[in-house]
């Protein structure tokens, strides 16, 4: 038994190999694996993002290049098909921040709560100097070339059964939150962080296992949070986003006029999600009031208030988990510069 499990690992191992060494994993040119079924309510801004590359790639190249978008999660998790764009098994997949922390920690640093006043200020940095120095970062340590930076849902933001308005009010209550990050303003504020797997969260809410949660707000609505959350704090803690990520060793072997069509196509793929994502926020908002939830926006000295009292430990965490301690100051401060 040993030796013939010892044989399969040797052939899938080649597999993967030979895959990443160009050898085509598909009919197609272009294959990207998504999470969410096509026509999935609020999966718009993302399924949506890739749809239009593919059409921009397709038409732009003339038709040289096939895409081809395989929905559902049916080609593996978030992180398994981030490694298959890695190995060149596919080459493209809608993993987000938090998967890509997997494979290049220092993208961790983007998730530091409060850390962006606003979705404009995110996109002035990603855009800008710092997001193409992560991203050719990215490039030649994964593998993967960063064609863009694409919101993921936006901000996440508070639910709870009663008003969270100030720092203290976190004090006592469990929250259901996930990654290690976006426990810390929940503990440094007083409270407890509890990590419940998705399927689980109505229930949780709903028998008070767990307080209260953080998720976009397409989130909230998706699974009828407001039958069991009274509160809708937007507090905008995180900032969700995604690299529109390709593998680099397809990409490097494109003609001069194949790569300029795919990047053309990534930027007009990120601006379209953008707009889609701002638009269902919007709407997601309304549709939340209308449900009877009471929305509490959250002002730029609101979230400051909470950010002097969670950023000392977020810093000392982050520092402690990246592979570049420099760089958290130095997105701090630019972050600073973006927002005056």
Same mark, same amino acid.
């Given at each position: ?33 998504? *999470? ?55 080459? *493209? ?37 710092v997001g193409t120095k992560m991203a ?75 307080d209260g949660q953080d998720n976009a707000?397409?989130?909230?609505? !998706? ?8 509160? !809708? ?20 072997? !494109? ?7 795919? !990047? ?37 000295? *609101? ?38």
């Amino acid at each position: 038994m040993r030796s013939i499990l010892k044989a399969a690992a040797a052939l899938a191992a080649t597999a993967v190999l030979t895959a990443g060494l160009g050898a085509p994993a598909s009919a197609a040119d272009i294959k990207a694996g998504l *999470m969410l079924k096509k026509g999935f309510p609020g999966a718009e801004p993302v399924n949506g993002m890739f749809e239009l590359f593919e059409a921009e790639v397709e038409k732009g190249s003339g038709g040289a290049i096939k895409m081809e978008i395989v929905y559902g999660g049916a080609l593996g998790k978030p992180n398994e098909r981030l490694n298959q764009v890695r190995h060149g098994i596919i080459q *493209m997949s809608d993993a987000s921040d938090g998967n890509y922390a997997s494979i290049y920690k220092d993208i961790q640093i983007l998730s530091m709560p409060y850390l962006f006043p606003d979705e404009q200020t995110a996109w002035k940095l990603l855009d800008g100097p710092v997001g193409t120095k992560m991203a050719e970062d990215i490039r030649k340590k994964t593998g993967i070339r960063v064609l863009g930076w694409w919101e993921s849902g936006g901000f996440k933001h508070y639910s709870a059964n009663r008003a969270i308005r100030k720092p203290d009010d976190m004090k006592g209550l469990k929250m259901r939150v996930m990654a290690p990050i976006f426990g810390i303003p929940v503990l440094t504020l007083g409270g407890s962080a509890t990590p419940i797997a998705f399927p689980e969260l109505y229930t949780s809410l709903k028998t008070g296992v767990v307080d209260g949660q953080d998720n976009a707000v397409w989130v909230f609505n !998706l699974i009828k949070l407001h039958e069991v959350q009274k509160f !809708l704090m937007l507090d905008g803690h995180i900032y969700a986003f995604g690299p529109l990520g390709i593998n680099d060793r397809w990409f490097a072997k !494109l003609s001069d006029k194949h790569k300029a069509v795919v !990047l053309a196509a990534g930027k007009k793929a990120i601006a379209y999600n953008r707009k889609a994502s701002r638009d269902a926020e919007a709407k997601n908002i309304a549709m939340a009031k209308e449900r009877g939830v009471t929305v509490i926006p959250f002002t730029r000295e *609101m979230k400051k208030a909470f950010a002097d009292r969670v950023r000392p430990a977020a810093i000392a965490w982050l520092k402690k988990n990246v592979d570049t301690p420099a760089l958290v100051d130095e997105i701090i401060a630019e972050v600073a510069r973006l927002s005056k």
